[in-house]
């Protein structure tokens, strides 16, 4: 399987801490993305990081990438009770430009952010 | 941002009973649409890739005369589970691409039951 792997598979925090959550892939890519899923729900895109980065931020999320480790992490700061969701990291090995490219969902990570 | 939208939510049905689920985007054209299979706490699986005008391609182990595939508009297509069983129960969410950007849009999800 192509799948990626997350880790760790479940998270629970108090609000206001951060949360780290991590990715592997198996294949060259040309962009990793972040999604959050809330339960019963279709995904929502959070960031895009593109092979040639290293690192990007959106907001309380930072997102680095380790193209030579086949890794992402992504950071979300002063986490929230509303950031209780499921996250994916997405990989896109495609060789079309601009769109269209099928994506390769990793396991996910399910965030518990309590009060 | 873009919309797409899914219908039905939910959908209970007898066994033997075809199901078809709507995806459009509503403010975009979808030169490629993705159907994902996901069961409770795991990630989402590549069914087939849609795009307009042509075959879908499915993934391998996806049985494409029972799950036939639709893209007959830039703005819809459809995916129908063809004399459903109950291994068939799943949450099914479909995605859209366009040539705009690389990230996806995704509808609310389906989440079917089979008695």
């Known amino acids: 399987s192509q799948q990626g792997e997350e880790d760790p598979q479940a998270l629970s925090i108090q609000e206001g801490e951060n949360a780290t959550m991590n990715c592997s892939y198996k294949t060259s890519i040309n962009n990793l993305q972040w999604y959050r899923q809330n339960s019963g729900r279709g995904l929502v895109h959070l960031i895009l990081?593109?092979?040639?980065?290293r690192e990007k931020h959106s907001g309380r999320l930072r997102v680095t990438l380790d193209t030579s480790k086949k890794s992402s992490s992504l950071l979300i700061t002063a986490s929230r009770a509303a950031d209780t969701a499921s996250y994916f990291c997405?990989?896109?090995?495609?060789?079309?430009?601009?769109?269209?490219?099928?994506?390769?969902f990793g396991t996910g990570t399910q965030l518990k952010v309590e009060l | 941002g873009a919309v797409v939208s899914q219908h039905p939510s939910r959908v209970i049905c007898k066994s033997g009973t075809s199901v078809k689920i709507e995806c459009r985007s509503l403010?975009?054209?979808?030169?490629?649409m993705f159907w994902y299979r996901q069961f409770p706490k795991q990630s989402l699986m590549l069914m087939a890739t849609s795009n307009e005008g042509s075959k879908a391609t499915y993934e391998q182990g996806v049985e494409k005369d029972k799950f036939l595939i639709n893209h007959a508009s830039l703005t819809l297509s459809t995916l129908t589970v063809t004399s459903a069983h109950p291994e068939d129960s799943s949450f099914y969410i479909c995605?859209?691409?366009?040539?705009?950007?690389?990230?996806?849009?995704f509808g609310s999800g389906t989440q079917l039951s089979v008695l």
């Open positions: 990081i593109r092979s040639n980065e």
């Open positions: 997405a990989t896109d090995a495609g060789t079309l430009t601009g769109g269209g490219n099928k994506l390769t």
């Open positions: 995605s859209a691409s366009s040539w705009v950007g690389e990230k996806l849009f």
């Open positions: 403010d975009f054209q979808a030169t490629t």
